[in-house]
């Protein structure tokens, strides 16, 4: 059973950079099976794609979120992160890791709260 976990900082200050990583096991972060997402979902408002990771480190994300986001992996920990420029208030959700099978988020993490705050 693949099972996801997000780390990172709950607390970021407007303008600074986010960055949180997600921890895979019960499978290889190298498998074409999975690609790779970051998924938010602000207070009180529906979940929002960010981005994904796939095959040969192939990319796409969001077009609101393009110019400040930035999703990689590291095969030797089996992990996947996010980084988010230049953060405000706006930014402050849950943030979600999951493994999409054939386009469909399947497995999630927990979760984690982000707040952006000085």
């Known amino acids: 059973q693949l099972q996801l976990q997000e780390s990172g900082p709950g607390l970021v200050k407007p303008s600074q950079m986010l960055s949180l990583t997600c921890t895979v096991s019960g499978g290889s972060i190298t498998t074409s099976y999975y690609a790779w997402s970051w998924i938010r979902q602000p207070p009180g408002k529906g979940l929002e794609w960010m981005g994904d990771i796939a095959l040969d480190d192939m990319t796409v994300y969001s077009p609101s979120l393009k110019s400040r986001t930035s999703i990689s992996r590291d095969t030797s920990k089996n992990q996947f992160s996010l980084q988010l420029n230049s953060v405000t208030p706006d930014d402050t959700a849950v943030y979600y890791c999951?493994?999409?099978?054939?386009?469909?988020?399947?497995?999630w993490g927990q979760g984690t709260q982000v707040t952006v705050s000085s």
């Open positions: 999951a493994a999409q099978v054939a386009g469909i988020p399947t497995y």
